[in-house]
């Protein structure tokens, strides 16, 4: 994935940058120079259906805390896989490397979103697809930061200024976290009051999972299924205490390594997994990819990661088509711009 990036006090913007990993790539270094910054502080659908339909969905009876969070109104109803596929732009919105999110401003951004939408919706006239922003809202740094954890969190004024867009546009979010050296747990913990909304959603990167030390962007982190399991069981509790419909988890990968002992991960009826292929290169690459990571180690719901720019880096590559994609087994149901 990776544009790290941010900043964010008033007066200082700093960005991170480091290079889409490529598809089937090996677990070794990845190049690319990196800017530092302080750091802040098989379910089947049946029971999926009865999950949502008993829990409440999106009657808001339970307060986030937040009155600001309280007015936006924005809030799908049920399960959104597998009645729909989910179609993100990614990014931040402090950084125009990092992915289509922040490239374009706000208005030209979401244009081209929905442009891009009715180019699926033509692929697949049968699956009604639900926009989605997906924002790194904690992103993984080059440098310690005060605390040791090699990460920067998005302020609160940024992650609500991208859940306005949402729910001005009835487009999900996903907040994303790039945990660097910082314990899970308590990343999630910081993104637990907006995850109180019924419609935003959780991503876990674990490239910049750096379990074995070294810094963000110098090799490929990961997760293990104990890992993934903690963030299924987090955002499960959120969405029995505020009596919301299921949550979305969305787990990056694109190599061997990036996730471990995979056949451990435990579903949840009030959380959907979504393993997404997300390395760039060109089709060949990423179909085998998708087939060695994600077909053959199953989890639940399958995505598939686009890039804009990447795709086009090697000669000769090019970006996939909807139809091409659609045409993977298992169909992915969450896709991802960058």
């Known amino acids: 994935m990776r544009f790290l ?46 999950s949502a339909t008993s829990s409440l969905a999106s009657t808001r009876s339970v307060s986030t805390g937040d009155s600001t969070l309280d007015s936006l109104t924005y809030a799908p109803t049920g399960a959104l896989l597998p009645k729909h596929r989910i179609f993100a732009y990614y990014g931040n919105p402090h950084s125009k490397k990092m992915g289509i999110l922040g490239e374009y401003p706000k208005e030209e951004m979401l244009r081209r979103l929905d442009e891009e939408i009715k180019n699926w919706q033509k692929a697949d006239p049968a699956t009604p697809i639900q926009p989605a922003l997906h924002l790194v809202a904690i992103s993984a740094q080059g440098a310690p930061g005060k605390d040791g954890g090699y990460r920067l969190r998005m302020s ?79 955002l499960s509790r959120v969405v029995k205490e505020n009596k919301l419909p299921p949550k979305v988890l969305v787990v990056h990968r694109f190599t061997q390594g990036m996730i471990k002992n995979y056949k451990n991960i435990k579903l949840d009826p009030n959380v959907q997994i979504v393993m997404d292929m997300d390395g760039w290169g060109p089709p060949v690459l990423k179909k085998d990819s998708y087939h060695d990571y994600i077909q053959k180690e199953p989890v639940q719901y399958t995505g598939f990661k686009l890039f804009y720019k990447n795709d086009f880096r090697k000669p000769g590559s090019r970006i996939m088509t909807p139809e091409e994609v659609l045409a993977l087994d298992p169909k992915p149901m969450y896709i991802q711009y960058q």
């Open 156 to 234: 609160d004024k940024t992650i609500k200024k991208i859940l306005k867009w949402g729910n001005e546009h009835k487009a999900v979010v996903f907040l994303d976290i790039q945990r660097g050296h910082a314990p899970l747990g308590g990343e999630m913990a910081y993104l637990e009051k907006y995850l109180k909304l019924p419609f935003v959603h959780l991503g876990i990167d674990p490239e910049f999972s750096m379990v074995t030390g070294h810094k963000p962007g110098a090799k490929i982190g990961s997760y293990d299924a104990a890992d993934i399991n903690q963030a299924v069981q987090f």
């Open 5 to 50: 990036v941010a900043a964010l006090s008033l007066v200082a913007l700093c960005q991170l940058t480091g290079c889409s990993s490529q598809s089937k790539q090996d677990d070794t270094s990845k190049t690319g120079k990196i800017t530092t910054e302080t750091s802040a502080e098989p379910l089947d659908a049946d029971n999926a259906e009865k």
